[in-house]
């Protein structure tokens, strides 16, 4: 699902921008909460970081354009199922999911922004910003592909031999 950010202001952009990091937040915050797996855990506590430096990022890149403003967070978001999904009782799996599907939302997002604005150097943070969802798109999928091949990987504290598979 693409977003047509031809038809927003930068501003606005950014906004939505700043509102979808805080979700992806709350989102790798309630799946650290779920699941036991400590590698899990590890790469969750990384993308909780990440977000947030996005945030800062979002935050100093507004600020910068708008005479030091602070940006006001939409009512509605872009990817309203993840917002819900956090309302919900949502699985394990269902979240993955949609943190994938959010991720590769919004590295479109952030490359056709890149596409809209002129400044250089706010097309290469909006370029820089794209790749990282790309990267947290790729660990999430990796994590989920394990959690499809094993249905108690998330749910083991520790790492054991059964969950590696070896060979073709």
Known sequence: MAV??????????????????LESE????RLKKMVKN???RDKLDFLIK???KHQRIIEALYQKMFSG?????????????????????SSVLELLELAMESERMFEDFYDHLSEE????????ILQYLSRMEHGH?????????L??????????EDFQYDMVHIGP
């Open 137 to 145: 798109y790729s660990i999430l999928k990796g994590e989920y592909d």
């Open 4 to 21: 047509d950010v031809s038809s927003m202001s930068i501003d606005q952009a950014l906004s939505l921008a700043l509102k979808s990091e």
């Open 38 to 40: 400590f590698v899990i």
């Open 117 to 124: 604005v002129e400044n250089r150097g706010v097309q290469e």
């Open 26 to 29: 709350k989102v790798y915050r």
């Open 50 to 52: 990440e977000e947030k």
């Open 147 to 156: 959690c499809m091949r094993d249905e108690m990987y998330y749910d083991r």
């Open 69 to 89: 403003e602070d940006p006001s967070l939409p009512k509605k978001t872009i990817f309203p199922r993840l917002t819900i999904a956090l309302e919900e009782e």
